[in-house]
């Protein structure tokens, strides 16, 4: 993996990260930690920020795919994932997330009008 940012919601294999140059990671934290190549990439917990980014990640995955495991995390108090980053992390946490928080912000948008122009005007809205 060389950039963005990938959510791993299952069990990752042996050796996971090797070569890892750039993005990010983020798995589960029983899958993590005994799986993972620590001379390429290091585990580290989650920051609030990234937490809510997770969080809107999970939601356009349940609503594309009605993923039971993104409902069960997103009814959690919080995300039980750890972020796999490459020991030398090639750029900061937004710089790898703005790829993904841009189309994010586009879908909830198209999403947003999409369901506006359906749904009826309210003579009680202001």
């Known amino acids: ?18 070569g890892m140059t750039g993005g990010l990671s983020y798995v589960h934290a029983d899958f ?7 001379q390429s990439v290091r585990c580290t ?17 349940l609503q594309l795919t009605g993923s039971p495991v993104a409902m069960r995390m997103l009814a959690s108090s919080s995300l039980p994932l750890l972020r796999i980053e490459p020991v030398q992390p090639p750029c900061s ?10 189309r994010i912000n586009a879908a909830e948008t198209q999403t947003f009008e999409s369901q506006r122009a359906v749904a009826p005007e309210s003579p009680f809205v202001m």
């Open 45 to 61: 917990d989650l920051e609030s920020l990234e937490e809510i980014w997770l969080r809107r990640v999970l939601r356009r995955h």
């Open 1 to 18: 993996m060389t950039a963005g940012v990938v959510v791993v919601l299952g069990p990752v294999g042996i050796n996971f990260g090797a």
């Open 93 to 102: 946490l937004e710089d790898a997330w703005g790829a993904i928080l841009s």
């Open 32 to 38: 993590a930690t005994e799986r993972v190549n620590l």
